[in-house]
């Protein structure tokens, strides 16, 4: 059974007691007084403490045996003093002086064997002991003085040894990081595992770009709480129970990480692993090249983590998001802002491709979606994220802002005070409108009271975005929700059922295959036709056709497929298939269909 160190109240003799030492940390932590004391070497003399019982935990770095009057210029600092007090003066001034000097020079304890110099401790070396808080002990009963230094030092060698072996796990690791390319977050998780503790990495306005193991309690107000703490180097901070370094190069310092709590490791051990943390951050980065980037993956895995309902808690889920930068508030919003470019310059990774065969000029040349600039559709990806960012900024909109999927941008905005749904969609339509982005949608859920629901109502927000996007242009508005697309969004939804692909497939391969042999333009036309309502004479006006050239044109599209324009349901069935078509090309990463003009034979 382990055992701790007690005290009897009635005899102050120290007493191994069964049960009370905690499980030993897989880092040994530093030998301290209280320990040295526990030892069965130093049981053996009835060991009697008589001052300063609050500072047993001080380390022992060493155990140093010394019998002169001037123990001051022999000691360095964290030595447990064992003597017999032989060469110590009568004179009270002369044995104060001698306390003094042994708490000047940092030792931890003062442990004297009497009866052969002093029957009992003098009381002045006791009052002044407790004076400078320096714990000293009596032992009633020779012990071999040889007996201890031997058990202390090999517990303290084998500390070292413990010391040496952690530093090298964490080269190891941290070499692992380095080879791997791992990001930030990376790097602070697995600084978090071997620290035990909250680890928090900020940048220099003291918003948090990386954290792993923190909470609510951790990161709650942490930019104000950050603030105040000043220094520079690797530094403890008592009152928040930090410990502190910067990271950064010689081209100067871009960030701080911080070990956020109480370490399963020595204070050695922390500070090492935090400095060495800090060296594998400042490589990353250099690997990078752009703090920027640190922020904006915190976001996108916030965001991430939100759609994916990988936050539960409200309270973490807002102290997160408050420590990116989200306003407090009590209710929220989702939104989500869809290019209306095609789809395949702002995807590069295709679920599967449909195109409109014989329409598009794009594929029959052999172009499309696998023959594109990935690169550029990132870029273009990117420079939409950026563009609402801004927007959401100019609009004094308090918003979290990431890329989700298809080229979608994703916002959780805060509705703060009297701010009400309508006026942040105003305020973030009307910013976005001087933008240098191509073309643009924006969709919205409904507002929340909690931030867990914002989060689950992107999806919906992105669909309704993805589904608007397709929209003729004539019809846009500012913004939409589920209840403005209609059949487009149900089709979107079905658009990966292989029914409903075939169906549109029916509908439509004749005229397509046509379109194709021919090099004409009925599809087009077809599209122009329903969307018009079936309405020649307005078709005319727009298509520059004759009434005579048109009603030619719709009959030979009637004869190719069989079927009778004049019929509602099969105006119907065949408006149906050619959205499916374009839902399917916007949702494959191919572009939709041009507007061919329907002159072209």
Known sequence: MPSSLACDAATRQWQCVPGCRPDPYTLSMPMTVRQVLATPAVQAGHPELLSAADHLDRPVRWVHVFEGSDPGSLLSGGELLLTTL????????????????????GASALVVELGRRFAKVPGVMVDEAASVSLPVVALHKVVKFVTVTEAVHAQIVDEQHDLLTFARRVHEVFTETAVEGADAQAIVERTAEMAGCAVVLEDLAHEVMAHAGAGARVLRDWTARSRVVAGSGTREVPEHGWL??????????????????????????????????????????????????????????????????????????????????????SRFLAVCVA????????????????????????????????????????????????????????????????????????????????????AALDRLTAALKPSRTRGHVVATARERDRLVQAGADLPEASYVARAAALMPAPHR????????????????????????????????????????????GLVALLRAYLEAGGNVAGLARTSHLSRQALYARLRTIEKVLGADLGDAETRTSLHVALLTKEVGARGAGSAPPPARDPAVD
């Not at 679920?351 to 594929?363: A, K, L, N, P, Y």
């Open 244 to 329: 502190v370094t910067d990271v950064g190069s010689r081209q100067g310092v871009w960030a701080r990480l911080v070990l956020a709590g109480s370490p399963d490791v020595p204070a050695a051990a922390a500070r090492m692993l935090v400095e060495r943390a800090a060296q594998a951050l400042a490589v990353a980065r250099l690997m990078e090249r752009d703090v920027a980037a640190l922020r904006a993956r915190a976001l996108n895995r916030f965001l991430t983590g939100l759609v994916s309902a990988g936050f539960g808690d409200e309270e973490d889920l807002r102290a997160a998001a408050e420590v990116l930068g989200l306003a407090r508030a």
């Open 86 to 105: 032989l060469a110590l003066p009568d004179d009270p001034a002369e044995q104060r002086r001698y306390v003094r000097a042994v708490a000047g020079a």
């Open 339 to 422: 290019p209306t470019l095609p789809a395949d310059e702002m995807s590069s990774s295709p679920r599967h491709v449909m195109t409109f065969r014989g329409e598009d000029d794009i594929s029959r040349k052999g172009g499309g979606a696998a023959h594109r600039d990935p690169l550029a559709g990132q870029r273009r990806e990117q420079a939409l994220a950026d563009a609402v960012a801004t927007a959401a900024a100019t609009a004094g909109l308090s918003a979290l802002t990431g890329p989700l999927e298809d080229g979608v941008v994703g916002l959780v905005v805060a509705l703060t005070g009297k701010l009400t749904e309508a």
């Open 477 to 520: 508005q500012d913004y939409y929700r589920i209840t403005d697309i209609r059949l487009r969004g149900l089709l979107m939804l079905l658009a990966d059922d292989s029914r409903l692909t075939a169906f549109a497939e029916r509908e439509l391969a004749p005229l397509l295959v046509h379109d194709d042999r021919h090099r004409t």
